[in-house]
């Protein structure tokens, strides 16, 4: 059991007040105050709900009715707390593009608390938006509707397409305004996840450390690393030597599977400095992120990226380079600090197995053959040459080899490929129709575009939210059939793959 040397006594699960409600642990503050500073949101002003996430709201026991709803909507613009809930703002640091900031922190969101449900999950419930904070960095401490809608889309969309990811709960905009590229509406949005704690929480217990001279200058690092394996990592043993190394080559490991699962979907995330890299390896921090339309290797989805350091390509070798970073910060705990790059050297390892196993399922191959990664290779090549789409490619192919889908696969590719694989399906131990069957699981139909989220944000800034409702509904069930929402599976417009989306959004 974890023992926070802060309060000198063990943190014990408290008994749920009636029974069968959830209710609020508040864990993260038993750690030192130096983690955190508590304050409450500012509220805004005429606050209205725009989207509410009903599976989302599952994971609380809370019903997704008319008077919940009320209910989130006063919470969610800061005019009145969640009972139990405590709120405080995290500190933590991180390197941004590749230089080490030393204090960011939660400059426009609070952690609310930790809500336990009557399954006795944890989730921690962010409100992002909720107004300054002592680590703004001189911002207003807002979120905009924009902004908001994107998390909210993005974060339930790859739930559902099975890649590791925070939760959103609600959107709330309001009559407030804030300052950007123009005057718009004062929005947050409420956020689910299993811990908020980041890389760069590591980072900042780290650099703060080295800059003391005291024999224990490294508690709080120590700290949190026990409190993150007690939160999040319990079968780790705590009287083993062997306690801080297992954390950190799990850390490797989720991340190294998380964007394998980014790759292998074709997503961008767009921001990976160490801040928004999730301790427990979640997709994290929503920005100017993008799922390619026509495949390209190198797609900046980040128009503030100038240099290309988060294009499509470079996400495995970035995972790398924030473990590492991670692996740095976490040096005072290790005894023997080569077993920090035995857990680095895994990364590469994992993260390949994982990616070309996701590759085969994409292409309906059950066992691996030594000749695989080649025609893997050739099909991402002929894809990028060709500028094809590459979601819609992959479900075209999960039709084949019907007349329709050799037609329009020979269009975008050529046959030399169609024919390679034709020849490697003949020791496919699947026939033709389970092998269609299993594809289409693992190849949507629907995937949240840029510019499907434009146009659902361009009508919520007029005030019509339905375009929300029904993007959610073929995003829930990306690998399903959706007549009357076909149009979402079409090909962008020439307009739609030219947006720019940048950190502001």
């Not at 499509?312 to 005894?335: D, M, R, V």
Request: net charge neutral; with cysteine.
């Amino acid at each position: 059991m974890y023992t926070s040397a802060h309060t000198d006594r063990p943190i014990t699960p408290e008994t749920t007040p009636d029974g069968t409600a959830g209710y609020f642990h508040n864990t993260y503050l038993r750690l030192p105050d130096s983690f955190y500073t508590r304050q409450g949101p500012t509220p805004l002003k005429n606050p209205r709900m725009v989207a509410t996430s009903s599976s989302s709201c599952a994971l609380l026991d809370v019903q997704n009715t008319p008077a919940n709803r009320a209910a989130l909507t006063q919470i969610c613009s800061g005019q009145s707390l969640w009972p139990g809930s405590q709120p405080l703002a995290m500190v933590y640091s991180g390197h941004q593009f590749g230089s080490y900031n030393p204090r960011l922190g939660d400059g426009r969101g609070l952690l609310l608390g930790e809500w336990v449900n009557t399954r006795n999950e944890k989730w921690d419930l962010h409100l992002k938006g909720a107004g300054p904070t002592p680590y703004s960095r001189f911002g207003d401490g807002r979120a905009v509707l924009r902004s908001c809608i994107r998390e909210f889309l993005a974060s339930e969309a790859l739930h559902h397409l099975g890649i590791p990811t925070t939760r959103a709960l609600c959107v709330i905009t309001s009559d407030t305004p804030v300052q950007r590229e123009t005057i718009e509406a004062g929005s947050t949005l409420l956020r689910l996840a299993r811990s908020h704690i980041r890389f760069g929480h590591f980072e900042y217990c780290y650099y703060r450390g080295l800059e003391k001279k005291e024999k224990n200058r490294f508690n709080n690092l120590r700290e949190l690393a026990d409190y993150t394996i007690w939160q999040n990592y319990p079968d780790l043993k705590a009287d083993s030597n062997y306690y801080y190394p297992a954390f950190f080559t799990e850390v490797v490991r989720r991340t190294a599977i998380l964007i394998a699962r980014w790759q292998a979907a074709g997503f961008a995330h767009g921001v990976m400095n160490t801040d928004n890299m999730s301790i427990i390896g979640d997709t994290f921090d929503y920005g100017p992120y993008g799922f390619m339309d026509d495949f390209n290797w190198h797609y900046i989805c980040n128009h503030s990226d100038h240099y290309g350091r988060y294009a499509f390509s470079q996400q495995p070798e970035i995972g790398y380079w924030n473990c590492h970073k991670l692996g740095q910060a976490l040096t005072p705990l290790f005894s023997d600090t080569r077993l920090i790059e035995q857990a680095l050297n895994s990364y590469g390892t994992i993260y390949t197995q994982t990616y070309l196993r996701l590759m085969l399922d994409k292409i309906g191959l059950v066992e691996q053959e030594p000749e695989d990664i080649q025609l893997i290779q050739d099909l991402l090549q002929q894809l990028h040459d060709s500028h094809c789409d590459y979601s819609r490619f992959f479900r075209t192919l999960s039709h084949y080899p019907s007349d329709a889908a050799c037609a329009l696969l020979q269009q975008q590719i050529g046959k030399r490929w169609l024919e390679n694989y034709q020849e490697r399906l003949k020791s496919n131990p699947l026939d033709d129709y389970t092998r269609q069957q299993r594809m289409k699981q693992v190849n949507p139909k629907y995937i949240l575009r840029n510019y499907l989220a434009q146009q659902a944000i361009s009508r919520a800034e007029q005030g019509d939210f339905q375009e929300i409702d029904k993007l959610m509904t073929v995003l829930a069930q990306p690998f399903a059939q959706w007549p009357e929402f076909e149009h979402y599976a079409a090909e962008p417009p020439p307009w739609g793959k030219q947006l720019e989306v940048s950190c502001s959004s």
